[in-house]
C-alpha cells in the first residue's frame, strides 16, 4: 500500500504541497556567478521529503569534470539579491546539448 505527502504531520505536509508546486525544467541553465550547469531532474530526500534538484556542472572543477551537485529546490529557484538587485540564482538558457542534438537529427 503506498502513502503520499498527505499522510505526514501538518506542517510537513503543507510545505511539501507548497513546495511541489515549483517546477523546475530540466536543460542548461546560468548561475548567477555566471558558470553553466545541466538540471537533470529531481529527487527527494529520504528523510524529509523535501524536493532536490540533481544538476551537473558544464565545466571543470577542483571537484572533477562534470562534477554532479543537488540542491532544495527552493533553493534552486529563489531570487537572491547581488548588487542591490534581486536576480534568479540559477536563470534557464535553454535544452541541453543532448536535447537540441535529438531535434536536429529528427529534423533531418
Known sequence: ?????????GKLSRNLK?????KIRRGR???YKGNYYEVLGTARYSETLEEMVVYR?????????RSL???????????????GKK?????????????AK???LHRE
Open 1 to 9: 500500500m503506498g502513502w503520499g505527502i498527505s499522510c505526514l504531520p
Open 18 to 22: 507548497r513546495l511541489s508546486k515549483i
Open 29 to 31: 541553465y546560468r548561475h
Open 57 to 65: 556542472a558544464l565545466y571543470h572543477s577542483k571537484f572533477g569534470r
Open 69 to 83: 551537485w543537488v540542491r532544495p529546490q527552493k533553493m534552486f529557484a529563489e531570487k537572491i539579491v547581488v548588487a
Open 87 to 99: 536576480v534568479a540564482r540559477f536563470q534557464y538558457v535553454g535544452h541541453s546539448a543532448r536535447k
Open 102 to 104: 535529438r531535434k536536429e
